[in-house]
């Protein structure tokens, strides 16, 4: 039997405002959100697992400097970058995760290889960066990682003596596609993330994330922890969310929503509401997340202004969006 396939993904969430967003900024998230859903949708089409699409997405996101992961992961305090990952599988919540990878291109090939060829679920620096010389994934030098726009961010918050949370606010260099948006930093989160129910019914979801801007003494967000920041379970759902990490993790996000379907037997998208809404937003919890569960539904909260983000199924045409609609 065939069942319903389904692919979300996100790109960060925060204020997204329409009057600092440029013509030829939008289209470029437009187009690197599509790119990445269909490729990850190509996967399911195929009759590929979840897990494979969800992976395929997100390196997609990794491999674009518009989005806080992967190459356009932005800067510590140190001046180098330390990336976060995780992946879930939802057949037996198999899951792997890394924090603070500052060598690896892709983040999520490595969380996938602490999943399969590990006894464990979260590995930190160095030894996911080890792990991934070991298999022989590719490894880039912090040139590779460079962008003038994520160079600029850091040199603003290290003299107004803060932590930020993705983009400065300060004018972008004129250069390279990372450039193309100005805008609010301490409202943008830019973790990148996908989930996705293949044709046999089974979820599965990844995050990945270069966290924030100035950040110190080697913090870690909600991104690479299981239940926080992702999850999935074919029972219920799989989950991939993005915001103020510290607040996602306080209030268990991906696993609170499954918890109201598995024990309340609550519907996705109304789990979903009762979370973002009722729960993170009074709370002080700006962000979002994207969801499927065990049927194909789809869900896409966020109690900010906007959240990159972008859905394609079985069911429904390709949809991609970044404002409140």
Same mark, same amino acid.
């Given at each position: ?188 989160? =830019?973790?990148? $993330?996908? +989930? @996705?129910? /293949?044709?046999? *019914? &089974?979820? #599965? ?5 270069? %966290? !924030? ?71 002080? =919890?700006?962000? $979002?997340? +994207? @969801?499927? /569960?065990?049927? *194909? &539904?789809? #869900? ?5 202004? %906007? !959240? ?18």
């Amino acid at each position: 039997m065939i069942y319903p396939f389904a692919l979300a993904l996100h790109g960060g969430a925060g204020t997204i405002s329409r009057t600092l967003m440029t013509p030829a900024a939008e289209l470029a998230y437009r187009q690197a959100l599509q790119v990445a859903t269909e490729a990850g949708y190509a996967v399911l089409r195929q009759g590929g697992p979840a897990l494979d699409a969800v992976e395929t997405a997100v390196r997609s996101l990794e491999d674009c400097p518009l989005f806080n992961a992967g190459k356009g992961a932005v800067f510590t305090h140190e001046g180098h970058h330390e990336m976060d990952a995780a992946i879930m599988d939802g057949r037996d919540r198999a899951a792997g995760a890394v924090a603070g990878a500052r060598t690896v291109q892709n983040p999520i090939r490595v969380a996938r290889l602490v999943m399969e060829k590990t006894d464990h679920v979260l590995l930190a620096h160095p030894g996911n960066d080890e792990l991934a010389r070991e298999h022989g994934l590719p490894t880039q030098p912090a040139e590779y990682f460079f962008t003038e726009h994520r160079f600029a961010q850091l040199q603003e918050a290290l003299a107004d003596g803060k932590m930020r949370l993705d983009h400065s606010d300060a004018k972008a260099p004129q250069a390279g596609p990372a450039a193309l948006a100005d805008e609010d930093p301490k409202k943008k989160m =830019g973790t990148v $993330g996908a +989930v @996705a129910r /293949d044709q046999h *019914g &089974n979820l #599965a979801a990844a995050t990945s994330t270069g %966290g !924030m801007t100035n950040k110190r003494y080697s913090r870690i967000g909600d991104s690479p922890i299981i239940g926080a920041g992702t999850f999935a379970d074919n029972r219920t759902c799989a989950i991939s969310c993005t915001g103020h990490g510290e607040f996602f993790l306080r209030a268990v996000v991906a696993h609170d929503i499954s918890c109201l379907m598995d024990y309340r037997g609550l519907s996705l998208a109304e789990a979903c509401r009762v979370v973002v809404h009722d729960k993170l937003a009074p709370a002080g =919890g700006e962000g $979002g997340l +994207v @969801a499927v /569960d065990g049927f *194909g &539904n789809m #869900a896409l909260p966020f109690n900010s202004d %906007g !959240m990159y983000r972008a859905s394609l199924s079985s069911e429904s045409p390709l949809y991609v969006g970044i404002y409140k609609d």
